[in-house]
Nanobody
Framework: QVQLVESGGGLVQAGGSLRLSCAASGLTFSSYDMGWFRQAPGKEREFVVG????????RYTDSVKGRFTISRDNAKNTVYLQMNSLKPEDTAVYYC????????????????WGQGTQVTVSS
C-alpha cells in the first residue's frame, strides 16, 4: 500500500517558519518525483514546489520563490518543505504527492497523494 504522510504543520505568526515533512512508504521512493501542493478554503488546489527523483531539479511557484525550499532524503524516503518568511496568504492545507513524468508543476504528474497538513499563518 502506498502511503504519503505529511507532518509539521501548525500555527505560526507572519514572518515565522515551519518545516513540513512527507514520509513515503509502499513505493520505490527514489523512482518518483515529489511535489507539494496547497489548498486554501474556497480555492482550488495549487502547485507549490516539485523536485525530481535525485533532487537536482526543482520548480517553485512564483509566490514562494526565495522563501520556501524543497529537499529530499532518499535514504529516509522523505521529502521536506522548509517554509520561511511565512505570510497569511500561505495559509492552506499542504499536500505532498509522488509522480513519474517530470512535469513537476502539473497535478496530473502525480499518482499518489497524502492527506495533508494544516498550515495557518497569523498576521
Amino acid at each position: 500500500q502506498v502511503q504519503l504522510v505529511e507532518s509539521g504543520g501548525g500555527l505560526v505568526q507572519a514572518g515565522g517558519s515551519l518545516r513540513l515533512s512527507c514520509a513515503a512508504s509502499g513505493l520505490t521512493f527514489s523512482s518518483y518525483d515529489m511535489g507539494w501542493f496547497r489548498q486554501a478554503p474556497g480555492k482550488e488546489r495549487e502547485f507549490v514546489v516539485g523536485i525530481t527523483r535525485r533532487g537536482f531539479t526543482t520548480r517553485y511557484t512564483d509566490s514562494v520563490k526565495g522563501r520556501f525550499t524543497i529537499s529530499r532524503d532518499n535514504a529516509k524516503n522523505t521529502v521536506y518543505l522548509q517554509m520561511n518568511s511565512l505570510k497569511p496568504e500561505d495559509t492552506a492545507v499542504y499536500y505532498c504527492a509522488a509522480g513519474l513524468t517530470d512535469y513537476l508543476s502539473y497535478d496530473y504528474n502525480y499518482n499518489y497523494w497524502g492527506q495533508g497538513t494544516q498550515v495557518t499563518v497569523s498576521s
